[in-house]
């Protein structure tokens, strides 16, 4: 994307993104082509969780489904990937 976007995105100006570039203090991996152009390649943070579910007594079984249930239901709400679930 070009440093012109990603500024946009982040909320701050395209100087000092541009400022930051120069100096390189960019927090991000960037590279200027041969034309002047600055691509800012971006990080993409895939972020995965593992839901833990416990309940205190054999009698509270049960309910050890439904927590799992409102966890995965926020977690996806969240956009966050669920790799593993721990009861």
Same mark, same amino acid.
């Given at each position: 994307?070009?440093?012109?976007?990603?500024?946009? %995105?982040?909320? @701050?100006?395209? &100087?000092?993104?541009?400022?930051?570039?120069?100096?390189?203090?960019?927090?991000?991996? =960037? $590279?200027?082509?041969?034309?002047?152009?600055?691509?800012?390649?971006?990080?993409?943070?895939?972020? %995965?969780?593992? @839901?833990?579910? &416990?309940?205190?007594?054999?009698?509270?079984?049960?309910?050890?489904?439904?927590?799992? =249930? $409102?966890?995965?239901?926020?977690?996806?709400?969240?956009?966050?990937?669920?790799?593993?679930?721990?009861?």
């Amino acid at each position: 994307m070009k440093l012109s976007d990603w500024a946009k %995105k982040q909320g @701050i100006s395209y &100087r000092t993104a541009w400022n930051q570039f120069r100096s390189g203090k960019l927090p991000v991996p =960037a $590279r200027q082509l041969p034309t002047g152009t600055i691509i800012v390649d971006e990080i993409i943070n895939e972020t %995965k969780a593992v @839901i833990y579910a &416990r309940v205190s007594s054999s009698d509270q079984k049960k309910d050890l489904d439904g927590q799992i =249930a $409102r966890c995965l239901s926020f977690a996806n709400a969240q956009g966050i990937a669920v790799s593993a679930t721990v009861s």
